[in-house]
Every structure is written in structure tokens, then in C-alpha cells.
């Protein structure tokens, strides 16, 4: 199964409800599961984190954010409110994929431990832009409505 990453898209009022119970973030999950307010990025996170952290992006939307609950939870979910989510989102439509990973190679990834072992496959970046260009649109999205977005590896 491995460790994958998810993203969720909800309402100011949502994240007041989340902040005070983060138990419920699976019921929040789970609700939006299937819809446009929900991002599988399956085990693609730690080369995305990898690409945007060498890119230089300001906000780290894989493994940063505030924490929802306590970290010894699982996951833990964390947030990004929704001025960080329009810095995302501004980012991340500025920054195609060809541009981010340009100079990456595999032996790169291979080298630094990325997350999954897949690195010796010639397609691989194809796996990882897979879920970058789903990203863009989702935190776009997120950002024109004025939405804050939780993130959880689990």
C-alpha cells in the first residue's frame, strides 16, 4: 500500500469545525471523496516535495502547513488558510512541470531516496506530472473561491 498524499478543499467555516474537532477530518474526507474537492496524489508527494523544495516555491504545500490535532496522530492532516492557497496556486500556474523538473533525472531521485522506488522505470516523471497538473486546477480552484485546503500523507 505505501504512504500516499491527499488533498481536501473546504470552506473557512469547515476549517473552524476541523480546527476544534481535526478528529473529524475523515468524516470530511470521506464526504468529499469522488468530488471535485478531493485530490489523490498517491505516492507521488515526496518527488513533488522534492521538485518544488529545489525549485524554491514559498509554501511548502506537501509536507508544510499547521497542523490539525496532534502530530503523533495519523498523518497528521495540516492546513493551508486561503492566502497561502492563493500563493500555491500562484506558483503552481506559473510553474509547468517542464520547468520545474528541468536538470531532474531519475539517477537524481534514485540518489536523494525519493519516495516510491520507481526511479530506475524511463516514464517515472510521467507519474509525478500526472499529479502536478491535477494539483494546478484543484488549488486554482480552491484559491478563486476563497477556500482553505488540508493535506494528509498517510
Not at 62 to 87: K, M, N, W
Not at 91 to 96: A, D, V
Not at 102 to 115: K, M, P, R, W
Amino acid at each position: 500500500m505505501g504512504m500516499c498524499g491527499a488533498y481536501l478543499r473546504v470552506t473557512s467555516g469547515d476549517l473552524r469545525e476541523l480546527i476544534e474537532e481535526p478528529d473529524r477530518y475523515w468524516e470530511y474526507a470521506e464526504k468529499a471523496d469522488g468530488t471535485e474537492r478531493a485530490v489523490d496524489v498517491d505516492k507521488a508527494w515526496n518527488a513533488l516535495w522534492y521538485l518544488i523544495g529545489r525549485a524554491g516555491f514559498e509554501v511548502d504545500f506537501v509536507l508544510g502547513g499547521t497542523l490539525l490535532g496532534e502530530a503523533d496522530s495519523d498523518g497528521p492532516p495540516r492546513y493551508f488558510d486561503a492566502g497561502e492557497v492563493r500563493t500555491i496556486s500562484a506558483e503552481l500556474s506559473r510553474t509547468g512541470f517542464d520547468e520545474l523538473s528541468q536538470g531532474v533525472t531519475l539517477s537524481d531521485l534514485e540518489a536523494e531516496g525519493i519516495y516510491p522506488s520507481i526511479w530506475d522505470e524511463p516514464d517515472a516523471l510521467d507519474y509525478v506530472r500526472e499529479y502536478y497538473d491535477v494539483l494546478v486546477p484543484f488549488f486554482a480552484d480552491a484559491a478563486k473561491a476563497g477556500d482553505p485546503v488540508v493535506t494528509i500523507i498517510t
